[in-house]
């Protein structure tokens, strides 16, 4: 069989290996892009519910985890949240911001995917491959990798392995990138599911009658903190602060829950005392919480109902100490098959935090998720994508 030759091998056609595509054919590069799946960006469509939260205003190091936690800092320095910007305004993309700083598309996410292809397209130097099996991956001396697939075999200078987490493996979510790694003796860190729903047992199955509710908690584990919203489901609980702190959680840690982080519930209470001395405790907090919630804490017997008169000092501090600091322990989460994103991946101790490539095996690349960062909720995982795609493109 013969051997088709490209400057460089992309695997995985997804936000990081588009950008990375874009950037090595801006180089004129020859680039072949191998996909399992059917098409290209097929998280990108889905995401940020069909308008893609493509990135944020403000994007520091700090909005990412990972073991090396300097690691993301030049290749976010090399392509920054306002070069994918001038790209969306090149590409006449309408956007808005929502809270903290995340920008989404006004119409589709659609409309990230056709802007990697154009740019892709433009540098007509970039070719692309779907529903192709890699059966196995060989190095050359030095000189470059042979990739053995179920629809030929392929050489090229340059390999980059851009096939993303195990996040949504209904979306082809594969371990591919991991096993790359390690063939070529790179460490792999332990993956987890990230950004991913709280599920709950036992008493705390309570809250789940609140299913749909949604309001503004702030939740802290693992000395992170985050103040958004909290949405009860049928499982567990979920939505943004819940997704946020996800990733700062281990099996059998617990979550502690301010449910009213902005207001001073031992403060209000006297003031309501004042004011209304033979009012129940239960209705006075069901002024500022869902009703049911309120019931459930009675149920639970975190809080006693009475009358606000009959409160003592000692009592308002730890009704206030309680719902300040009101300890959920998770008894899992969701797992991939919700999961946003992945934590951990390829050890970053390995590969060069300026061009992505490999330290020990020159020519071999990781982008995107697939490597030891993961960002914060907020558009900050896709910004990961363009900046690692586009240096590794750079570079390859
Ligand atoms: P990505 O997963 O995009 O691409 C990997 C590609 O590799 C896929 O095309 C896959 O088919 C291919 N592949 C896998 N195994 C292969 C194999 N063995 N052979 C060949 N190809 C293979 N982030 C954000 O910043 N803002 C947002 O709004 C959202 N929203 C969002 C919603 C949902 C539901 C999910 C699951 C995720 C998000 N994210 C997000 C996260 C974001 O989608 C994710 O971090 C990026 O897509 C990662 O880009 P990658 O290119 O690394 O992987």
Redesign the pocket.
Known sequence: MSIIQHDVII???????LMCAASAGQRKRSVLV????KR?????L???GGR???TNYTVEPQNYLSQNPHFVKSALSQYTQWDFLGLIAKHDIAFHERDHGQLFCDDSAKQIVDLLLRECADTEKVKYQYQ?D?ISIERLDNTGFIVHTNNGVYQCESLVV????L??PR????P?GWKIAEQFGLKVIQPQAALVPFTLDGKEKELCNLTGTALPVRVSCNNQSFTEALLFTHRGVSGPAILQISSYWNVGDTVVVDWLPNLDLADLLVQAIDKNPAQELKTMLSKVLPKRLVEIFIGLGDVTNCLLRQLTQKQIDHIAMTLHHWILKPNGTEGYRT???TLGGVDTNYLSSKTMEARDVPGLFF????MDVT?HLG???????WSSGWVAGLNV
């Open positions: 695997i995985g056609a997804g936000a990081a290996g191998l996909d399992k799946g290209p960006g097929r998280k990108i889905i995401s940020g893609c939260n493509f192709i890699i851009a096939s993303g987490g996040s949504m979306l082809g979510a594969t591919f999961a946003e994103a982008v995107g998720e697939c960002g558009g900050y995982n896709f910004q990961w994508a």
